[in-house]
T-cell receptor
Framework: GAVVSQHPSWVICKSGTSVKIECRSL??????MFWYRQFPKQSLMLMATSNEGSKATYEQGVEKDKFLINHASLTLSTLTVTSAHPEDSSFYIC????????????FGPGTRLLVL | AQSVTQPDIHITVSEGASLELRCNYS??????LFWYVQSPGQGLQLLLKYFSGDTLVQGIKGFEAEFKRSQSSFNLRKPSVHWSDAAEYFC??????????FGAGTILRVKS
């Protein structure tokens, strides 16, 4: 149980285009979803927290207009990187938790984004 | 602010040897404590977690961790390492329902 998927697993795009990454909880309802970013050989940094049906809460320094997060249902959250630039190239990982077990996050496999 | 320190960036152990990965945290109260493992290019898998109760926690894949309040530590151990354990290990802390704060990670290499 507690499986989280992400799609796509990797994406290459041209500078200036937008990219959407999906995060799905496959066998549970995720009241809260989290989006992290991981640079090579570094730890995970939280970008934002989203609750179903509410606006996402962004961490300091994360541009909310650049990283659009939507959590429209209890099983799906999306992260859209708008007008992507090479410096946005990174590994993006989502996680999800349930209302009954908010203390534990289950992570997706990650999406590697390369902006050319 | 919460912080997590994993003092060892890299650790190399021989297959079959015992393993201990160190984790120290800084937080006013007892936080929720976690160990995750990440294989190259993959997401994170939860190994074990501690919230309260018995300070020795058993996890998956033969791992265990011990919470020591006096040392603000939550070290991960395994009595006999397998080659498949080679990966990066992250210690993390959180308040209930709030964001996870991760350590920098420890890369484990297993030599045969």
């Amino acid at each position: 149980g507690a499986v989280v998927s992400q799609h796509p697993s990797w994406v290459i795009c041209k500078s200036g285009t937008s990219v959407k990454i999906e995060c799905r909880s496959l066998d549970f309802q995720a009241t809260t979803m989290f989006w992290y970013r991981q640079f090579p050989k570094q730890s995970l940094m939280l970008m934002a927290t989203s609750n179903e049906g509410s606006k996402a809460t962004y961490e300091q320094g994360v541009e909310k207009d650049k990283f659009l997060i939507n959590h429209a249902s209890l099983t799906l959250s999306t992260l859209t990187v708008t007008s992507a630039h090479p410096e946005d190239s990174s590994f993006y990982i989502c996680s999800a938790s349930t209302l009954a077990h908010q203390e534990t996050q289950y992570f997706g496999p990650g999406t590697r984004l390369l902006v050319l | 602010a919460q912080s997590v320190t994993q003092p060892d960036i890299h650790i190399t152990v021989s297959e079959g040897a015992s393993l201990e990965l160190r984790c120290n945290y800084s937080y006013g109260a007892t936080p929720y404590l976690f160990w995750y493992v990440q294989s190259p290019g993959q997401g994170l898998q939860l190994l074990l977690k501690y919230f309260s109760g018995d300070t020795l926690v058993q996890g998956i894949k033969g791992f265990e961790a011990e919470f020591k309040r006096s040392q603000s530590s939550f070290n991960l151990r395994k009595p006999s390492v397998h080659w498949s354990d080679a990966a990066e290990y992250f210690c993390a802390v959180s308040q209930y329902g709030n964001k996870l704060v991760f350590g920098a990670g420890t890369i484990l290499r297993v030599k045969s």
